[in-house]
């Protein structure tokens, strides 16, 4: 069973918009949430992080919001770059240095 | 940042024959590394936590016999693919983490393996 999802399989945001990638998850005990990037045929590289403790993390155009109660997490990407456009994968973990993956987002940033 | 090297990039083979994958931490000490399959539109699965010096642990349903991970050392782990068949093609992936990288696992760039 899917512990972390990403029910939307591609998006695609005009260049200067905002992107918006969602991330839901079933297993409570889960306490430290990632975002990966991932280009073709390369390994994901991490991207963004938010632990339990907090509902917001920002790191330059990159923000993650985490809704526990919902056991929701969303990515904001502003303003959308075309370099942007690469599969995003959201990851969760409930002890150290084990990760489950959602089967990830595709992301078109069209110029 | 720390870099993680994983060779072949892609490998092609016949079926029967075994193929070893190296995953290497390049400028850390990777007390524990992972390894991944990844099936296309889905997920990366991990399949095994390999430990420096220990035994691996697997995830339920992947073979230890068939996927043999050796961690001998803090920068080198290898998956090693015995009797490759080609329900086994796949994109394999690794990362590692260490101690001062806890928060974070660094992957590699991932092996192509197809078995004719």
């Known amino acids: 069973d899917q512990q972390v999802k990403q029910n939307s399989p591609s998006l695609s945001v005009q260049e200067g918009r905002i992107s918006i990638l969602n991330c839901d998850y079933t297993n409570s005990m889960f306490d430290y949430f990632l975002w990966y990037k991932k280009y073709p045929a390369e390994g994901p590289t991490f991207l963004i992080s938010i632990s339990s403790i907090k509902d917001k993390n920002e790191d330059g155009r990159f923000t993650v919001f985490l809704n526990k109660s919902a056991k929701h997490l969303s990515l904001h990407i502003v303003p959308s770059q075309p370099g942007d456009s690469a599969v995003y994968f959201c990851?969760?973990?409930?002890?150290?240095?084990?990760?489950?993956f959602g089967t990830g987002t595709s992301l078109t940033v069209i110029p | 940042g720390a870099v993680v090297s994983q060779h072949p990039s892609r490998v092609i083979c016949k079926s029967g024959t075994s193929v070893k994958i190296e995953c290497r931490s390049l400028?850390?000490?990777?007390?524990?590394m992972f390894w991944y399959r990844q099936f296309p539109k889905k997920s990366l699965m991990l399949m095994a936590t390999s430990n420096e010096g220990s035994k691996a642990t697997y995830e339920q349903g992947v073979e230890k016999d068939k996927f043999l991970i050796n961690h001998a050392s803090l920068t080198l782990s290898t998956l090693t693919v015995t009797s490759a068949h080609p329900e086994d093609s796949s994109f394999y992936i690794c990362?590692?983490?260490?101690?001062?990288?806890?928060?974070?696992?660094?992957f590699g760039s991932g092996t192509q393996l197809s078995v004719l």
């Open positions: 990851a969760a973990s409930a002890r150290a240095n084990q990760f489950y």
């Open positions: 400028d850390f000490q990777a007390t524990t």
């Open positions: 990362s590692a983490g260490g101690a001062t990288t806890n928060e974070k696992l660094f």
